[in-house]
């Protein structure tokens, strides 16, 4: 079965108590899948577990991109957590695990 690792990379990190999530195709036929695939809902369901407010979307089709900001996901920020990824780097693999159905894959 495809994931979105297959046709996406992603990148992470922190802003305070929020965690940031950009998902970047590989190849610009790619992107519409991926806007199809991924909404704020279904990032916020990914990270369900980790995310405690609301998910930002932001559409950057110039850059075959998504970014998404997750507010009040890191535990109060690396100064105050004791979570062991307390910055929101590694945060990126979980949604490239998501399945592709045949109809998605470019």
Do not use: C, W
Not at 11 to 27: C, H, P, Q
Not at 49 to 56: E, K, L, S, T
Not at 72 to 88: F, I, K
């Amino acid at each position: 079965m495809k994931t979105l690792r297959d046709i996406a990379i992603a990148r992470s990190g922190d802003k305070g108590n929020r965690a940031t999530l950009s998902v970047i195709a590989l190849d610009p036929a790619a992107y519409p899948v991926i806007e199809r695939l991924l909404s704020a809902e279904q990032v916020r369901s990914v990270y369900g577990g980790i995310v405690q407010g609301r998910v930002d979307r932001y559409p950057l089709p110039h850059l075959g991109a998504l970014h998404f900001v997750l507010h009040d996901a890191l535990a109060g920020g690396v100064t105050r957590s004791l979570a062991l990824d307390a910055h929101g780097k590694t945060l990126s693999s979980a949604v490239l695990a998501l399945p592709l159905t045949a109809a998605e894959t470019p």
